[in-house]
């Protein structure tokens, strides 16, 4: 059974950094694609970088150029460095991954770190 544990969010002023890690366990990850995806109150949740199973990256406009995803096949872990942390990045995050080699498989949720960024 996948699991998906996330870790290190927290609060943090305008301009601060963190990172979020995802350890991930029931699964032969390097055959998934993961990915970060956060959700703010009253809005839907919607995708902030994600990570082929070959290490091909993608990100959303609003984090480009600030925010590196990154995965360790060996410890089966994902990582989120997030640095000039605007206000607007106040969500929780969750950690995503799904199958994409020899198959298609559901998706995978982690319970989600809150992440909350003053001004």
């Known amino acids: 059974q996948v699991q998906l544990v996330e870790s290190g969010g927290g609060l943090v002023q305008s301009g601060g950094s963190l990172s979020l890690s995802c350890a991930a366990s029931g699964g032969d990850f390097s055959f998934y694609a993961m990915g970060w995806y956060r959700q703010a109150p009253g809005k839907q949740r919607e995708l902030v970088a994600t990570i082929s199973n070959g290490g091909t990256t993608n990100y959303a406009s609003s984090v480009k150029g600030r925010f590196t995803i990154s995965r360790d096949y060996a410890k089966n872990t994902l990582t989120l460095q997030m640095n000039n942390l605007k206000p607007e990045d106040t969500a929780v995050y969750y950690c995503?991954?799904?199958?994409?080699?020899?198959?298609?498989?559901?998706?995978?949720w982690g319970q989600g770190t809150q992440v909350t960024v003053s001004s």
């Open positions: 995503h991954a799904r199958r994409t080699v020899l198959g298609v498989g559901p998706d995978h």
